[in-house]
């Protein structure tokens, strides 16, 4: 694999000079905010550019991005929203792929998938009246959906920092940050984490007790806020310029490695590799929705995207120790 590497201050010169400070929100109208990736209509296959050359098409057809994790070693589960605005599922097992599975729900956004312990997945989805629903597999059976409240403006992020720990990141109208989470017997309140998002952020752990997320901010860069186990820490600006949102995943301890779709459409990876923050790296393609990534096993991070096609695509990497 090539990477062309463009520095972080080719991409910045591109963004507007204001930045993750929050907005006068008194004329905005709380409902209905608008939808961030909207559905269109199909496209033939020769309108994906060069990722479908190199990365693999997992077909599907998605109104608005796709979600992934991995419930254990060299295992892959992928969901993204059909045109009928239910979850699809697709999952890996290490040496196929099966086909995509409907499991309902109607969405007004992509999902977010985490897993927080062996042969358990939990996702996330933001319903028709902007509320996040929940349904999670137990190792034999999907459960119903659960709906957890709150209000997102687009969509939900979700991170598990140790067995039986769930925590979830949403925009609220007034674009700050709020946060829930599952201590193992009951849901938190809505927490507000503050900062001025306009995307769905992102969210992984790489330790015990330790939670990192990232938003795009009004001038489109990243934006980074962490748990630290005691304190939340940031927002620290990490640049880059983004048409959609984040994804971000860890395959080592105090690993991180960030993805975005730049002006251009395609991939651009920014990395902290235990010292510093690395990057920006564009690695291709083009996409029309955020990314998603996961680490499905160590040093290695898989990502999906969606082509113009509306088809999800896969490619994965391997990242340093």
């Excluded at 550019?49 to 599907?60: H, I, K, T």
């Amino acid at each position: 694999m090539t990477m062309s590497q463009t520095t972080t201050e080719e991409i910045s010169n591109e963004m507007p000079p204001i930045a993750m400070e929050p907005q006068d929100a008194s004329g905005r109208i709380p409902y209905p905010p608008p939808t961030p990736y909207p559905m269109m209509g199909p496209a033939s296959l020769d309108d994906m550019p060069s990722f479908a050359m190199d990365g693999e098409n997992l077909r599907g057809y998605s109104q608005y991005g796709v979600a992934a994790t991995s419930g254990a070693e060299n295992r892959l589960d992928v969901f993204t929203i059909g045109k009928d605005s239910a979850v699809y599922h697709k999952k890996w097992n290490g040496s196929t792929w099966s086909d995509w599975e409907r499991l309902g729900g109607y969405c007004l956004s992509a999902p977010a998938a985490v897993s927080r312990g062996g042969n358990r997945i939990d996702i996330f989805v933001i319903g028709g009246d902007r509320s996040v629903y929940h349904k999670n597999w137990d190792g034999s059976t999907w459960s119903d959906w659960l709906n957890l409240g709150g209000y997102s403006q687009f969509g939900v992020a979700a991170a598990s920092w140790g067995e039986n720990r769930l925590d979830l990141f949403i925009v609220n109208w007034d674009g700050a940050m709020y946060h829930k989470y599952w201590d193992g017997s009951i849901w938190s309140d809505w927490e507000k984490l503050g900062g001025y998002c306009i995307s769905t952020p992102a969210a992984v752990s790489w330790g015990l007790n330790r939670i990192d997320t990232f938003a795009l901010g009004s001038d489109r860069a990243v934006y980074h806020k962490c748990w630290d186990g005691s304190n939340w820490v940031g927002w620290e600006k990490l640049g880059g310029y983004s048409q959609y949102g984040v994804a971000a995943a860890s395959g080592a301890e105090n690993r991180l490695d960030i993805y975005i779709i730049s002006r251009n459409g395609a991939v651009y990876h920014k990395c902290w590799d235990g010292s510093n923050w690395v990057g920006w790296d564009n690695l291709g393609g083009y996409s029309i929705a955020a990314p998603a990534a996961v680490s499905s096993t160590a040093n290695r991070v898989d990502t999906f995207v969606l082509g113009s096609d509306r088809a999800v695509y896969h490619k994965w990497y391997s990242v340093a120790d």
